[in-house]
């Protein structure tokens, strides 16, 4: 009965804030979720203790609020989210180091001399090279569009379908109906493509201040990242012990496959610039630069290499398309077989291991709700959620698997 009463003043409170907030037009300033998350909170905490509903709701406005603050700050957590992702990627080179005696601090400031150095690198000797050969292929695929738009307009093209005993009138009105504006859609949508390159980079150069700061929060990161475990730990030992072991088997897969996708990337496209280069297919340093970008995302990325690749050699109107495309097809096929079997199972093992099946499932639908980040982030989701699947089956079957997980992820 008491539990009936609390919960019927906290609705009715609840209520008339509600209503006291919109009367007042304080719902509609920027900082009205805080104020009403705030208020919600002055009638949640006093009954966590004693209401299992109140530290639920209690639970969920906090995470909805969390949500809101990330979605809010936009681009603002660019800088800090960037530098906890290298900052995490780091870590454990350089607890390796620190075992071999060299202090946490100076190892991380040598680790992040040698990256901002690679980063300028490429920055000064690939990024040109890529941008120069993006413009290249932008105005062969504009020529390709007018040559064709041309000869489905001439005189020779109406010819040649008389030859085959087919009839001009019909053909030349679905040429000017059809054909036509799509290839001017065509070559619209390309052009749409670099504004909306161009945009982002612009994007980039805006945030560049912040991106300044990257090198230096990513220090601090990596020197204090053993205490920010620490507190972690010492925080979920007392209130979920249950909690801390599913970080430690999350981290466990998040951290292989992020290192097994770095390193499998890397390797596919330093191999595929120098192949297409040495080889000499059109634009070999963009495509191969692409391959690396795309190989994170299983089947499609390579798929979409191959795909892009045999257009820009057919647009680039290359001595020796068929050669070419057979050259491509070759060394793409060749790196994906060396990054799927043998470096991504030495880097990641079974912990991110999953069925075909399930893999092409989860990429459809976190690619149909997502977009590319869904693509990218599909694997190591889908490995975590199948982590609980195998826990619940367990359960039933009455087998635990979990030490085998802690053992995997360790």
């Given at each position: 009965?008491?539990?009936?009463?609390?919960?019927?003043?906290?609705?009715?409170?609840?209520?008339?804030?509600?209503?006291?907030?919109t009367a007042t037009g304080l719902l509609i300033v920027p900082l009205a979720p805080l104020i009403l998350y705030a208020s919600a909170m002055v009638f949640l905490v006093p009954m966590r203790r004693v209401s299992a509903l109140a530290r639920i709701m209690s639970n969920w406005a906090t995470l909805i609020f969390a949500l809101w603050i990330l979605t809010d700050l936009g681009t603002l957590l660019l800088?800090?989210?960037?530098?906890?992702?290298?900052?995490?990627?780091?870590?454990p080179l350089v607890t390796r180091m620190e075992r071999w005696r060299v202090p946490r601090w100076l190892s991380a400031l040598l680790i992040n001399i040698v990256l901002v150095g690679i980063i300028t690198l490429l920055a000064v000797f690939l990024a040109p090279v890529v941008?120069?050969?993006?413009?290249?292929?932008?105005?062969?695929?504009?020529?390709?569009?007018?040559?064709?738009?041309?000869f489905l307009e001439s005189r020779q093209f109406y010819q040649w379908l008389r030859a085959l005993g087919i009839p001009s009138g019909q053909v030349r009105s679905l040429v000017q109906d059809y054909l036509i504006p799509r290839l001017e859609g065509i070559s619209q949508y390309v052009f749409s493509l670099v504004v909306s390159f161009l945009e982002g980079a612009a994007g980039v150069v805006a945030q560049l201040v912040n991106i300044i700061l990257v090198p230096l929060l990513t220090f601090y990161l990596v020197t204090d990242m053993p205490r920010l475990a620490m507190l972690v730990r010492r925080v979920l030992e007392q209130r979920s012990p249950r909690m801390l072991g599913d970080l430690i088997l999350i981290n466990g897969i998040i951290r292989a496959y992020?290192?097994?996708?770095?390193?499998?990337?890397?390797?596919?496209?330093?191999?595929?610039?120098?192949?297409?280069?040495?080889?000499?297919?059109?634009?070999?340093?963009f495509l191969g630069v692409l391959c690396g970008l795309l190989n994170p995302i299983p089947y499609v990325g390579l798929l979409a290499s191959l795909l892009i690749a045999v257009v820009t050699i057919i647009m680039a109107q290359s001595s020796q398309p068929l050669l070419d495309i057979l050259l491509v097809a070759a060394i793409i096929n060749l790196l994906h077989f060396i990054g799927a079997y043998l470096i991504d199972p030495r880097v990641t093992g079974r912990r991110v291991g999953l069925h075909p099946v399930m893999l092409i499932a989860a990429l459809f639908v976190f690619g149909h709700f997502f977009g590319l980040l869904g693509l990218i982030v599909a694997v190591p989701v889908t490995a975590v959620l199948m982590m609980y699947f195998n826990r619940w089956t367990a359960a039933i079957s009455g087998e635990n698997v979990e030490s085998s997980q802690v053992s995997n992820a360790g």
């Amino acid at each position: 009965m008491d539990t009936i009463f609390r919960v019927g003043g906290l609705t009715a409170a609840a209520l008339l804030l509600a209503g006291f907030l919109t009367a007042t037009g304080l719902l509609i300033v920027p900082l009205a979720p805080l104020i009403l998350y705030a208020s919600a909170m002055v009638f949640l905490v006093p009954m966590r203790r004693v209401s299992a509903l109140a530290r639920i709701m209690s639970n969920w406005a906090t995470l909805i609020f969390a949500l809101w603050i990330l979605t809010d700050l936009g681009t603002l957590l660019l800088p800090f989210a960037l530098s906890f992702f290298l900052a995490y990627i780091l870590d454990p080179l350089v607890t390796r180091m620190e075992r071999w005696r060299v202090p946490r601090w100076l190892s991380a400031l040598l680790i992040n001399i040698v990256l901002v150095g690679i980063i300028t690198l490429l920055a000064v000797f690939l990024a040109p090279v890529v941008w120069s050969q993006l413009q290249e292929l932008v105005k062969s695929v504009s020529s390709f569009v007018a040559a064709a738009q041309s000869f489905l307009e001439s005189r020779q093209f109406y010819q040649w379908l008389r030859a085959l005993g087919i009839p001009s009138g019909q053909v030349r009105s679905l040429v000017q109906d059809y054909l036509i504006p799509r290839l001017e859609g065509i070559s619209q949508y390309v052009f749409s493509l670099v504004v909306s390159f161009l945009e982002g980079a612009a994007g980039v150069v805006a945030q560049l201040v912040n991106i300044i700061l990257v090198p230096l929060l990513t220090f601090y990161l990596v020197t204090d990242m053993p205490r920010l475990a620490m507190l972690v730990r010492r925080v979920l030992e007392q209130r979920s012990p249950r909690m801390l072991g599913d970080l430690i088997l999350i981290n466990g897969i998040i951290r292989a496959y992020i290192s097994g996708q770095l390193i499998t990337a890397t390797f596919v496209g330093t191999m595929a610039v120098l192949a297409f280069v040495i080889a000499g297919i059109p634009y070999g340093v963009f495509l191969g630069v692409l391959c690396g970008l795309l190989n994170p995302i299983p089947y499609v990325g390579l798929l979409a290499s191959l795909l892009i690749a045999v257009v820009t050699i057919i647009m680039a109107q290359s001595s020796q398309p068929l050669l070419d495309i057979l050259l491509v097809a070759a060394i793409i096929n060749l790196l994906h077989f060396i990054g799927a079997y043998l470096i991504d199972p030495r880097v990641t093992g079974r912990r991110v291991g999953l069925h075909p099946v399930m893999l092409i499932a989860a990429l459809f639908v976190f690619g149909h709700f997502f977009g590319l980040l869904g693509l990218i982030v599909a694997v190591p989701v889908t490995a975590v959620l199948m982590m609980y699947f195998n826990r619940w089956t367990a359960a039933i079957s009455g087998e635990n698997v979990e030490s085998s997980q802690v053992s995997n992820a360790g």
